[in-house]
């Protein structure tokens, strides 16, 4: 059965900037592979890239996820508007997946301007030491124990997503293993988007720690790999 949520964990009454969002949990729990005790330091992501409401949940249902975190700063899409967040909501809720917004802190295009470069670039070193950003990590970390959660997205490819570089690798330091739900239904590790070799020094690795472009209001309108 899954567990209700506490003032302390992930669950709020209303979601900072989204007084509309309410947390959600699935009413059942799904079985990865017939062992969930594998999956308590395990967490997925997963991009909505232009796929339709069927097939990402498909997606969803096929690696046993039960909750969709969701870490876009802004939770709409133009071109997919069944990615919108009171939509996406809703047609989650009758899979029996739950969805939680978390993009005001764990989000690719933070609010205050001490994260930004002089170009307008995201600098993810500076938001993942942020204690706003640890504090969600925490509480996710605690969510990712008891159900199977993929972190959302827009971009399909994770390589160079803030869903990956900011909070995966957030997370990897913490003991939990990140997979990548891919749109053709496989499972990428970050071993296998390392060229098949896992990281010797992946403080130091080519992957840029920043956003890949200007994601400053005041410059551009950001790219999918940075909401």
Do not use: W
Request: net charge positive.
């Amino acid at each position: 059965m899954a567990r209700a949520f506490s003032k302390e964990g992930l669950g709020r009454s209303t979601i900072r900037g989204y007084p509309h969002l309410r947390p959600r949990i699935s009413p059942g729990r799904t079985e990865y592979l017939g062992d969930r005790e594998a999956m308590r330091d395990l967490a997925f992501t997963i991009g909505h890239s232009n796929h339709s409401a069927d097939k990402f949940t498909g997606l969803l249902k096929k690696h046993g996820i039960e909750t969709v975190a969701d870490v876009r700063s802004h939770p709409y899409s133009r071109h997919a508007p069944h990615f919108n967040a009171r939509a996406l909501e809703a047609f989650l809720s009758r899979y029996g997946i739950g969805y939680l917004f978390l993009g005001a802190e764990l989000g690719g295009r933070p609010g205050n301007r001490e994260f930004y470069d002089a170009t307008g670039r995201v600098d993810y070193r500076l938001v993942g030491c942020s204690v706003l950003f640890l504090e969600e990590i925490s509480r996710l970390e605690q969510e990712i124990e008891v159900q199977a959660v993929a972190l959302l997205c827009s971009e399909e490819d994770p390589a160079r997503c803030h869903r990956r570089l900011l909070v995966g690798r957030s997370l990897e330091k913490q003991g939990i293993t990140v997979r990548h739900i891919r749109g053709d239904g496989s499972i990428q590790s970050e071993d296998e988007m390392n060229g098949g070799h896992p990281a010797l020094f992946p403080e130091t690795e080519a992957s840029p720690r920043k956003s890949i472009r200007s994601a400053s209001r005041r410059r551009r309108r950001p790219s999918s790999s940075e909401r």
